[in-house]
Nanobody, 126 residues
Framework: QLQLMESGGGLVQAGDSLRLSCVSS?????????VGWFRQAPGKEREFVAA????????NYADSVKGRFTISKDNAKSTLYLQMSSLAPEDTAVYYC??????????????????WGQGTQVTVSS
């Protein structure tokens, strides 16, 4: 059974960079055709941030983070990353990594992901 654990969150200032990590255990992350990052700000619904889909062979980003965030994987370490730069206060949220077992084009939909991490808090001060 796959388990995911995020790390790397913290308190940063606007304009700073941060890299989140998501380590898998139980099963290797490379077995999962869909991996991604979501976030949830206080009082808001969970929203899509970035995904890496084997079906498309491409990465996908929310418009709000495009050009600033980069999703990547290290299969040897079974780890998923989210490199974040030019952070802004509106990026403040709990960030979750997730993995899905299905080949799907709906990589922005949370329902396509089967396993979720516990989340890591990112706070960006102005």
């Amino acid at each position: 059974q796959l388990q995911l654990m995020e790390s790397g969150g913290g308190l940063v200032q606007a304009g700073d960079s941060l890299r989140l990590s998501c380590v898998s255990s139980g099963r290797t992350l490379s077995l999962y055709p869909l991996v991604g990052w979501f976030r949830q700000a206080p009082g808001k619904e969970r929203e899509f941030v970035a995904a890496d889909s084997r079906l498309s062979g491409l990465t996908n980003y929310a418009d709000s983070v495009k050009g600033r965030f980069t999703i990547s994987k290290d299969n040897a370490k079974s780890t998923l990353y989210l490199q974040m730069s030019s952070l802004a206060p509106e990026d403040t949220a709990v960030y979750y990594c997730a993995a899905g077992t299905r080949l799907t084009i709906r990589d922005t939909e949370a329902s396509e992901y089967d396993t979720w991490g516990q989340g890591t808090q990112v706070t960006v001060s102005s």
